[in-house]
């Protein structure tokens, strides 16, 4: 018997990092011109002679074109090829940007701002995708703390770095600004990054799916960022989009899970983990975005803050949220990922009871553990979730992952974004109407109030008869702005319950150490071959003598090879029934079946023969394959029972590990073996 390792490219991740900067690099480009333009809509207006209404389109439609493109990257990654499509967003999103600068009208400004959305879409889910492909398996943690790191730095700094371009240099610098980075993130896509081994090109274009895409996330992202100003569904134009966005996205589900070749993959959401996952990650977009801008409205509003200073209050907190990151990724995989979520989840629930406790006259002092509270709680839950979300997925299936989980936060956000607008003016109306039943001219409090402003105006030179009416208007300033801050009270305390009533989802997640992986669960452990790796050759005797040499079978057709621990004990005896009645299926798929265990020749052909298995088993007597690969014993005493889909490359597509759920191989192998052959 020879065991021996195929050449694997031992240099395959030397690159890793450079690769982590360039994509890290691009996403911070497309976050922060989520951000960054908000602080200079009013020099816009004056340059551009537009109303507040009118300019608002150079947000809207950014994020519009942005959302209609995330679900669909997977998809354009394939179909251009990985490197070609990561480095053309990355030139259009940096040549829009020059002509955003550039635009000398309004009409230009939100035709080349919807240009740069559709650059900048592609680049936060891509970068997510080649990070777990250009990582190896036990270092996904740190990819994403990388990743997160400028995903959460990136729009706490936009207000305060826009704000300080558009002083100093005008507002076209803030687009301006993006050329060289751009140009930076380009030439090192095109120098480090290679297109996916696992990319699987669609022969057709789904022209009806993508129509139908961009007509329901657009018109359901207009809803959202417009509807507040229009009054909501008092006005026809959000009635309209309801609807559209509505019939369109039904129509959308129906044809993509019904054509052979979708532009979204939908079927990948059978796996609970990742459709558990992406619920998650609407709520946390809801209460990460809402919270995000209901701070700074407080900040600006009630404490009167400028743009600079609301920037320097939550930047410790962004802060504290790239070092928990940075820390959780050097943890992954060391413990139950559910459980930093939780603990992130309480962290942040606390920070919002803390947030709560603000004031109309709360100082810099008083927001920064708040904030700093927050931000750990942020950290410990952004890198779990998303390696949780993905856990289930072969890596063919990472981009499209990678599309939907970020489209949901997203959509999230907007959700939280939009609710929060409406509920500040809707609570403050309530908490005004109040406090002002008990301000009246017959209350002794009121009448001694009013009199000490007047007084005081008085003394400053005020004409008496003018000081009693500026008196009850100061007053009625000041019933306001405490209706407001109640309002923002109420709304921290909902967003962090609402944070907590999610928690419960996290018990329809399984434990996960990574994509592509499904992790320990109960049946021993991988050290060795992980999604991605070229699989380790060998040849051993199968239950006729014959020698079989993985290297042959791979060149012909996909192989499931599946370690299990001994002949005829039941779970083993299930497991090969398993396989025996999905032989047919996994024939049809072009797929050979191997059992490896440590039983003889001879109990082989006993076994094989009692229960009419077709399929080839394997005899590894001194365990030699089984070390080669990694499969450790269960408790260190059980030989473990590993599955592997290995493709005709001889890259292991699918890692499967459970000692006692014996038949679920089977399940997952089929589900690797479809996602193969799609």
């Known amino acids: 018997m020879t065991a021996i390792a195929l050449p694997a490219a031992p240099d395959r991740y ?89 635009a000398g009208s309004l009409g230009a400004l939100v035709f080349w701002r919807i240009i740069q959305g559709l650059g900048g879409g592609a680049l936060l889910s891509t970068s997510q995708a080649i990070l777990y492909e250009e990582f190896p398996r036990e270092e996904y943690g740190t990819a994403m703390a990388i990743f997160g790191v400028g995903v959460m730095v990136g729009p706490t700094l936009g207000p305060t770095v826009g704000g300080w371009i558009t002083d100093m240099y005008g507002w076209p610098w803030i687009f301006y600004i993006n050329i060289p980075f751009g140009m930076l ?110 701070l700074p409205v407080y900040l600006q509003n009630v404490r009167n803050f400028t743009a600079n200073q609301t920037g320097l209050v939550i930047l410790p907190g962004a802060l504290a949220s790239a070092f928990t990151m940075a820390s959780m990724g050097r943890l992954t995989g060391k413990f139950d990922a559910r459980l930093s979520i939780a603990a992130g989840v309480g962290i942040f629930a606390l920070s919002m009871w803390k947030h709560a406790h603000f004031t109309t006259e709360s100082g810099m002092s008083d927001f920064f553990w708040p904030l700093i509270f927050r931000g750990v709680g942020l950290g410990l839950i952004f890198v779990p979730l998303t390696n949780l979300a993905l856990a289930d997925l072969p890596m063919s299936r990472i981009p499209n992952g990678t599309g939907l989980f970020n489209l949901m936060r997203q959509l999230g956000g907007s959700v939280g974004i939009a609710l929060s607008a409406t509920l500040i003016q809707r609570f403050t109306a309530i908490h005004r109407a109040d406090l002002a039943a008990n ?70 997640m399984h434990k996960s150490r990574g994509p592509g992986w499904r992790g320990r669960g109960r049946g021993g452990s991988l050290s060795g071959v992980r999604v991605g790796d070229l699989a380790p050759d060998f040849t051993l005797p199968d239950q006729l003598g014959d020698l079989v040499r993985l290297g042959d079978l791979v060149g012909k057709k996909n192989v499931v090879l599946y370690f299990y621990p001994k002949d005829a004990t039941p779970g083993c005896t299930a497991e090969a029934r398993a396989f025996r009645d999905a032989y047919d299926t996994f024939t049809a798929a072009d797929t050979e079946v191997v059992g490896v265990s440590s039983d003889s020749v001879k109990s082989h052909r006993r076994f094989a023969a009692k229960h009419q298995l077709p399929f080839r088993l394997l005899s590894d007597p001194d365990g030699a394959v089984r070390a080669l690969y990694g499969v450790e014993r269960t408790l260190g005493i059980l030989p473990g029972r590993v599955t592997y889909v290995i493709d005709r490359q001889c890259v292991v597509q699918h890692v499967y590990s459970s000692q006692f759920a014996a038949r679920k191989h089977v399940r997952e192998a089929r589900q690797a073996v479809r996602c193969m052959d799609r």
């Open 14 to 102: 030397r690159f890793k990092y450079l690769i982590a900067i360039t994509v890290s690099l691009a996403s911070v480009l497309e976050l922060l011109d989520t951000s960054i333009v908000n602080v200079a809509i009013p020099h816009m207006m004056g340059n551009l002679g537009a109303t507040l209404d009118q300019i608002a389109w150079v947000s809207t439609g950014y994020i519009v074109a942005n959302v209609i493109v995330l679900p669909i990257t997977g998809w354009l990654s394939a179909y251009f090829g990985r490197r070609r499509y990561f480095a053309g967003s990355i030139a259009l999103f940096t040549l829009a940007s020059f002509l955003c600068g550039n």
């Open 185 to 294: 993130a380009l030439a090192l896509t095109m120098s480090f990054i290679n297109d996916s081994r696992h990319q699987e090109r669609a022969s057709r274009v789904d022209f009806v799916g993508l129509g139908l895409l961009a007509v329901g996330i657009g018109a359901l992202q207009t809803m959202l960022e417009r509807g507040e100003r229009l009054d909501w569904f008092a006005s026809g134009s959000v009635r309209l989009l309801a609807i559209t966005s509505a019939i369109s996205l039904i129509t959308f589900i129906w044809h993509e899970l019904n054509t052979d070749h979708p532009v979204v993959d939908l079927r990948i959401l059978k796996s609970r983990q990742l459709a558990v996952g992406v619920v998650f990650g609407l709520v946390l977009g809801v209460c990460l975005y809402a919270t995000v801008f209901v």
């Open 439 to 508: 301000i009246t001219p017959y209350a002794e409090a009121t009448r001694e109030r009013l009199a000490m402003i007047t007084q005081a105006l008085i003394s400053r030179g005020e004409v008496p008869a003018l000081a009693q009416t500026k008196a009850i208007g100061f007053l009625n300033g000041i019933v306001t702005k405490q209706a407001m801050m109640l309002s923002f009270e109420q709304l921290f305390l909902l967003f962090g319950a609402v944070f907590v009533l999610s928690l419960p989802l996290l018990l329809l």
